[in-house]
């Protein structure tokens, strides 16, 4: 039992109950979406479909919520950044204080004048499981019946610069009771490479460990950022992700990957390997690596019933709440294929026509999304229900994936979510 009884709730005091991990293997339940944002509309990136994505959550009655970063965009509103965090906070206590939600850092995260990486506002409102680094709560692992879940904090390989930066002229100027100096055009928070190839080691050691363990059926990881995207006015696929943890993914057998960042919703087919020289320099046509992740052939093309031991599938799930308008897909070529953007380089402010302002060039390659399954042309907004069963020794084992969304929520905030798709995945149990 959790009781409440500070001074916001001091008037109205509320008590909510939660239920722990069950032991051994069994069935459960765990929902996700990311970018969520606040019901306020006061701040930047908020909107009021935030507040019935909380319903949704409780709507499904998960053992716990995956949250895939951008959490409430304060780092957008600098001056005000402790009321959007309330805000938040605010909006999410009427699922968090029945069911625990697990969070990821996502670019957002990201603040000026807080802690090394931004972090400090994230860290200090989350307890996340210990990874036994110096870089606590910035990625973690936990386990629930026979799927080990694994929380990644992409900020650290990806090559996209999608955190706060001041475009300029003039410099952005914190609250005067901070103490903080202003911050002058240009500056961005930057944080590709920052652990040096911890976070990278750890993933490594603890899918290690998981392979070897006839207990684990299933990993699923949880990041922000996107390795397959093909959203055209979205952020893009980013080869960094592809670089540094794919053929870790591939190697030890990861089964989903859950992300955010794009606010929408797409599904790729299982990938594993690449194709190399498969894309082309956005501006100039010339052949670029973009480590394409390659589809594994299915027998049954139209079957939405995957065996993802041959390969892991990723899905976008950007639509938990926040203001962007629904995503556009990339274009097909004459081949039929959509189009998706990749960065295959760092991507950093750079001054831009006027004077002092500066901007941020799109990714820089093109590429065929082959990987591409399935894409929801119709909303931005919606939640994933996962429901896992455990099998029988010496049989199969599967995760059930329904897919809900918000029709209309992107011209008018709803509560009605409608089931979009339905897939299962399925592999042969260990133990």
């Given amino acids: 039992m959790?009781?409440?009884?500070?001074?916001?709730?001091?008037?109205?005091?509320?008590?909510?109950?939660?239920?722990?991990?069950?032991r051994g293997r069994t069935s459960f339940r765990w929902t996700t979406y990311g970018d969520l944002a606040t019901p306020n509309t006061q701040w930047v990136l908020s909107y009021p479909q935030s507040r019935f994505a909380v319903q949704a959550v409780e709507r499904f009655q998960p053992l716990f919520h995956l949250l895939n970063g951008d959490l409430c965009y304060a780092?957008?509103?600098?001056?005000?950044q402790p009321d959007v965090w309330r805000d938040f906070g605010n909006n999410c206590q009427s699922s968090a204080a029945n069911r625990p939600w697990m969070p990821c850092p996502g670019n957002h995260e990201l603040e000026f004048n807080n802690g090394p990486q931004g972090l400090a506002s994230y860290l200090t409102r989350y307890t996340l499981p210990e990874n036994g680094t110096q870089f606590a709560g910035h990625w973690y692992s936990f386990r629930v019946?026979?799927?080990?879940?694994?929380?990644?904090?992409?900020?650290?390989?990806?090559?996209?610069?999608?955190?706060?930066f001041v475009a300029g002229p003039d410099p952005l100027v914190p609250v005067a009771s901070t103490?903080?100096?202003?911050?002058?055009a240009g500056t961005s928070l930057y944080a590709r490479g920052y652990s040096k190839?911890?976070?990278?080691?750890?993933?490594?050691?603890?899918?290690?460990?998981?392979?070897?363990?006839?207990?684990?059926?299933?990993?699923?990881v949880q990041m922000?950022?996107?390795?397959?995207?093909?959203?055209?006015?979205?952020?893009?696929?980013?080869?960094?992700?592809?670089?540094?943890w794919l053929p870790l993914f591939d190697r030890y057998g990861v089964d989903l990957v859950v992300c955010g960042h794009d606010h929408d919703y797409e599904r790729s087919y299982p990938v594993r390997g690449c194709n190399h020289n498969a894309g082309v320099d956005a501006t100039t046509g010339a052949v670029v690596d973009t480590l394409q992740p390659r589809p594994v052939p299915q027998a049954d093309p139209a079957s939405t019933t995957f065996d993802t031991s041959h390969g892991t599938i990723h899905l976008i799930l950007g639509g938990g709440g926040t203001s962007?308008?629904?995503?556009?897909?990339?274009?097909?070529?004459?081949?039929?294929?959509?189009?998706?953007?990749?960065?295959?380089?760092?991507?950093?402010?750079?001054?831009?026509?006027?004077?002092?302002?500066?901007?941020?060039?799109?990714?820089?390659?093109?590429?065929?999304?082959?990987?591409?399954?399935?894409?929801?042309?119709?909303?931005?907004?919606?939640?994933?229900?996962?429901?896992?069963?455990?099998?029988?020794?010496?049989?199969?084992?599967?995760?059930?994936?329904?897919?809900?969304?918000?029709?209309?929520?992107?011209?008018?905030?709803?509560?009605?979510?409608?089931?979009?798709?339905?897939?299962?995945?399925?592999?042969?149990?260990?133990?």
Avoid: C
């Fill in 75 to 80: 780092n957008l509103n600098p001056t005000h």
């Fill in 145 to 164: 019946s026979s799927v080990l879940f694994i929380s990644l904090d992409a900020d650290d390989v990806v090559y996209q610069d999608a955190a706060a």
């Fill in 224 to 244: 922000h950022q996107d390795a397959l995207t093909s959203s055209k006015t979205g952020n893009g696929s980013d080869k960094g992700i592809r670089e540094a």
């Fill in 324 to 431: 962007a308008p629904l995503d556009v897909y990339g274009e097909d070529k004459t081949n039929g294929l959509p189009q998706a953007k990749v960065f295959t380089k760092p991507n950093r402010p750079i001054p831009g026509t006027a004077a002092n302002t500066f901007v941020r060039n799109p990714a820089d390659a093109l590429e065929d999304a082959i990987w591409s399954a399935q894409r929801d042309t119709g909303t931005g907004y919606g939640i994933a229900v996962f429901d896992h069963d455990p099998g029988e020794h010496g049989g199969t084992t599967t995760i059930t994936m329904n897919y809900y969304h918000a029709p209309g929520a992107d011209q008018t905030p709803t509560a009605d979510y409608t089931l979009f798709e339905t897939i299962t995945l399925s592999k042969k149990r260990r133990g």
């Fill in 197 to 220: 190839g911890i976070q990278t080691r750890w993933l490594e050691e603890t899918l290690r460990h998981a392979s070897e363990d006839h207990e684990i059926d299933w990993i699923v």
């Fill in 179 to 184: 103490g903080h100096a202003p911050i002058e």
């Fill in 2 to 22: 959790v009781t409440a009884d500070n001074d916001s709730n001091a008037a109205q005091p509320f008590t909510a109950s939660f239920q722990t991990a069950p």
